[in-house]
């Protein structure tokens, strides 16, 4: 059933065509000699009319046995990128990934898709482990799944694939190799070895995380030998990004949770303490709430992330330990109960959201006091270091920042922002409150600044203005300065935030490690002389429950009909999907459902041009959404 164009690459090492050793010189753009082949099993399979970004390039790197290393958002396509060029090259890949749930999930979405994938895990009964190797034996297999410590340790079945011979080696999630990354595993560390085990076979290693010690760290344990690096854009513009901070948090939680009525979200929380009232209390509103965190049973764990995948809750309130493995892609709201402790995490787990490129957001509720929480718990870990010195500073600052969120998460991770306005941000959308006698405000905070003699950080400005007479101040006689207790009114969050604004125009600066003194510059000197204009923001203005959040999914259609049709539709997927034992993303993503609503396709061959619609689904699947867009009665 698949074209035969590259069967005569099979069983050896080199690859079919090319040397591959042009592939970084050659423009995106062209049609490359697979382009065809690909482009055809995207349609076919997955029902996708074309590559995201790299993806191509991605693919042909595995089809040209050239190792790369693929660095893409979530939610940037990264999967297909060795599975279309295994089912393209009609041979065996294989797949590292270290999540054994994820593995699962992902095998029953590409058999639903009509593809021959398996995985070899410890969960398989013995019967099952005997047929995945018959059908690698037989040549029918196209993805092999397999976990770190099981390709590494199982010397039978790398003989076997030795026999039988492999197109490439991807892996997955790659960062799991470095101590840099976010999720070190040792295991990963031996997979170095599979070079001298499959000498001719390519290596192709994927991650989202974006830092180049990460990058670095990949390329040389993994052996790649002159890999080509593709770097996407981190920018995920489907993400609306607000910064709250915290007031009335059950308020600021409840007006979020009316945008995204019966939608999926997650609500990350710093204790477990914190987890377990607010699952109760939304529980008690009525909302399909459950908690997630270390402390629970395994078994109840699993059942509430259960839950959350087939769509029998809609919220998930966790901690941070939730999420790695949750392929939920229509999660519409991932919401922080306090503030991270880097910009990196804060990436990570906002990134949860909107995997499925629709209209998604990600708030972040904070207090100064999360600043200082992490400080206390770094330190009790014995972790309290430069680096985390410098990140939980980060994060203090993306959080206190009056600018384009987007941008600034870009900009950090070291990419160019070229948009002017993202239409997508608390910043660009113009929620933030601008203070009426900004340039007063401004001035007493310079003048505080000018009166510690350009010698403290903003901690040490924030209690002067506030009027706390700590030790500190009072040892460096700051209590009696004219600017002591100026702003007595405010919240040090408030003063630390205004602190924060004035660095990033420029009118302040920081100096010194690791301890910083805010300085003034030349332009501070003019504001204080009266002659420089100077608008700082305050809290940050909700936008109402009422107003379009632009992230529910109802937002995006057009009109209440089709809102309604895609509720059916809803319906329809996840009658199939209990009949099936699969999550109902497996079946069809939300937005090829909300195409449908949308296009209200008649027949199978209108079908088969929605968005995600691969010729098995169509044929599985097809009359039972089919027949309910027939039947569906717009209400009178
Ligand atoms: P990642 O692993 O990088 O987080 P996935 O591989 O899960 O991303 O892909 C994210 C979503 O994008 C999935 O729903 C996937 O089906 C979809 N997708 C991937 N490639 C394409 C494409 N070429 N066209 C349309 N949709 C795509
Ligand atoms: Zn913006």
Same mark, same amino acid.
């Given at each position: ?5 590259? &069967? ?17 010189? #050659? ?13 055809? @099993? ?69 058999? @639903? ?12 009964? !013995? ?31 790398? #003989? ?12 997955? +999630? ?6 840099? =990354? ?31 010690? @990460? ?116 999660? #519409? ?6 503030? !991270? ?37 770094? +330190? ?76 403290? *950080? ?8 506030? =009027? ?37 125009? =420029? ?8 301890? !910083? ?63 099936? *034992?699969? !999550? ?15 296009? &209200? ?10 968005? =995600? ?6 044929? $599985?699947?097809? $009359? ?5 867009? &027939? ?6």
């Amino acid at each position: 059933m698949y074209p035969p164009a590259l &069967r005569q690459a099979q069983g050896g090492p080199e690859p079919s065509r090319g040397t591959g050793a042009d592939t970084p010189a #050659r423009a995106g753009a062209t049609a490359g000699p697979y382009d065809a082949l690909l482009l055809d @099993v995207l349609h076919r399979v997955w029902g996708f009319s074309d590559f995201r970004p790299l993806q191509r390039d991605a693919m042909h790197a595995a089809l040209d046995a050239r190792d790369s290393l693929v660095v893409l958002p979530t939610g940037g396509g990264k999967s297909l990128c060795f599975q279309a060029p295994a089912i393209a090259s009609n041979q065996l890949a294989i797949v590292v990934s270290p999540l054994i749930s994820l593995m699962k999930d992902q095998v029953d979405g590409l058999r @639903v898709d009509g593809v021959a994938a398996s995985y070899l895990n410890s969960t398989l009964l !013995p019967g099952q482990r005997d047929e995945v190797l018959a059908s690698i034996r037989d040549e029918r297999c196209r993805l092999l799944y397999v976990s770190p410590e099981r390709i590494v340790a199982d010397g039978a079945l790398r #003989r076997l694939l030795q026999q039988t011979g492999i197109r490439f080696i991807a892996i997955d +999630e790659a960062h799991c190799i470095s101590q840099w =990354g976010h999720d070190f595993r040792p295991e990963y560390r031996q997979l170095g070895a599979l070079r001298d085990e499959f000498p001719g076979v390519s290596v192709h290693a994927f991650t989202a995380t974006a830092t180049e010690r @990460v990058r670095r760290d990949i390329a040389s344990e993994l052996r790649l030998r002159d890999p080509l690096v593709l770097v996407g854009s981190f920018d995920r513009p489907n993400l609306i990004y607000r910064v709250l901070r915290r007031g009335d948090f059950h308020k600021q939680l409840g007006d979020v949770l009316a945008r995204h009525e019966h939608e999926a979200g997650i609500v990350y929380c710093s204790s477990r303490r914190e987890v377990e009232s607010i699952a109760a209390k939304l529980q008690a509103e009525g909302h399909r709430a459950a908690p997630y965190h270390a402390g629970l049973p395994d078994e109840v764990r699993s059942r509430h992330q259960e839950a959350f995948l087939d769509e029998q809750i809609d919220v998930v309130v966790a901690t941070v330990a939730f999420g790695m493995g949750i392929d939920r892609s229509n999660v #519409r709201f991932v919401l922080h109960a306090g503030a !991270p402790r880097s910009p990196e995490h804060y990436q990570q787990e906002s990134g949860r959201a909107g995997r499925d490129g629709l209209p998604a957001e990600c708030i972040l509720i904070y207090s100064g006091a999360d600043f200082g929480r992490w400080r206390q718990m770094l +330190e009790a870990n014995g972790e309290w270091n430069e680096s985390a010195r410098t990140l939980l500073r980060d994060m203090e600052r993306y959080a206190s920042a009056t600018r384009c969120r987007h941008r600034a998460l870009v900009e950090y991770f070291g990419q160019r922002y070229d948009r002017a306005d993202c239409g997508a941000c608390d910043w660009c959308l113009k929620e933030l409150d601008a203070v009426p006698d900004s340039v007063v405000l401004a001035q007493k905070i310079v003048s505080c600044v000018v009166r510690v003699k350009q010698t403290r *950080g903003s901690s040490h400005v924030t209690d002067v203005l506030l =009027g706390r007479a700590t030790e500190k101040v009072a040892a460096a006689g700051h209590d009696s300065l004219s600017t002591f207790g100026l702003l007595r009114d405010e919240s040090a969050a408030a003063i630390r935030g205004y602190i924060e604004q004035l660095v990033v125009a =420029g009118f302040l600066s920081r100096e010194g490690e690791p301890y !910083p003194v805010l300085r003034l510059t030349a332009t501070g000197t003019t504001l204080l002389r009266g002659g420089a204009a100077c608008v700082l923001y305050r809290e940050v203005r909700p936008p109402s429950a009422r107003a379009r959040s632009r992230s529910s999914i109802r937002d995006t259609f057009v009109s209440r009909i089709d809102s309604d049709l895609f509720d059916v539709l809803r319906g329809v997927r996840l009658r199939l999907a209990q009949a099936r *034992g699969v !999550p109902p993303y497996v079946i069809f993503h939300d937005t090829t459902l909300r195409e449908m609503a949308m296009r &209200r396709p008649k027949t199978v061959d209108d079908l088969r041009s929605v968005y =995600g619609v691969g010729a098995k689904k169509a044929a $599985d699947f097809g $009359d039972a959404f089919l027949d309910a867009i &027939r039947t569906f009665r717009k209400p009178d």
